[in-house]
């Protein structure tokens, strides 16, 4: 973009700061809903829905997290944590027990199907930037001008 976005390419036209399409949040949730849409079908093999692959993906990094802590790397309230661990538990994908030195906490586990469900899940990441029309750079690059967001409004 040029250095004078205030103007339109006539130069008569102002800029309008709230336009749809100058919104820097409809762009970022545009792409987020576009993104989610296309890993339904990546996930469907593995009869997970998105936000629980994204619960999956944390614990084959970091297992046995409380669910608060589970929370905090997703950013996800236990309100919200809780229906999507029941139905995983139901899947028998992972354990919930509850902490024996703290009795209000649940640390999430999880099971031998769950780890083996890693190994099918290896290619989800690489089938998904295939579907989209940015090079390994560009990827990596709103990857990390994302998470400086992220990072940016979590300071605040």
Same mark, same amino acid.
């Given at each position: +973009?040029? /250095?004078?976005r205030?103007? =339109?390419? !006539?130069?008569?036209?102002?800029? !309008?700061?709230?336009?749809l399409? !100058? $919104?820097?949040?409809?762009s970022l949730?545009?792409a987020?809903?576009e @993104?989610?849409? $296309?890993?339904?079908? %990546? %996930?469907a093999?593995?009869?997970i829905t998105?936000t629980q692959?994204l619960? +999956?993906l944390?614990l084959?990094?970091h297992d046995d997290?409380?669910?608060? /802590? *589970? ?5 996800l309230?236990s309100g919200?944590?809780?229906p999507v661990?029941?139905? *995983?538990?139901?899947k028998?994908? #992972?354990?919930r027990i509850?902490? $024996?030195r703290?009795e209000?906490s649940?640390? @999430?586990s999880?099971?031998?199907e769950?780890r083996? %469900? $890693?190994s099918?899940?290896?290619d989800?990441?690489?089938? *998904?930037l295939a %579907?989209?029309?940015l090079?390994?750079t /560009? =990827?990596?690059?709103?990857q +990390?001008? =994302?998470?400086k #967001?992220?990072q940016g409004s979590?300071?605040?």
């Amino acid at each position: +973009m040029s /250095e004078d976005r205030h103007t =339109a390419l !006539n130069d008569t036209t102002p800029f !309008n700061a709230l336009a749809l399409e !100058n $919104q820097l949040c409809f762009s970022l949730y545009a792409a987020s809903k576009e @993104i989610i849409k $296309q890993y339904k079908p %990546l %996930l469907a093999p593995l009869h997970i829905t998105y936000t629980q692959y994204l619960v +999956m993906l944390v614990l084959w990094e970091h297992d046995d997290l409380s669910v608060k /802590e *589970l929370g905090s790397h997703l950013c996800l309230d236990s309100g919200t944590l809780t229906p999507v661990l029941k139905k *995983l538990q139901d899947k028998q994908l #992972l354990d919930r027990i509850r902490d $024996q030195r703290d009795e209000r906490s649940v640390v @999430i586990s999880l099971t031998d199907e769950g780890r083996a %469900l $890693q190994s099918k899940a290896a290619d989800i990441p690489k089938k *998904l930037l295939a %579907l989209f029309p940015l090079t390994a750079t /560009e =990827a990596a690059t709103l990857q +990390m001008l =994302a998470g400086k #967001l992220v990072q940016g409004s979590s300071d605040i």
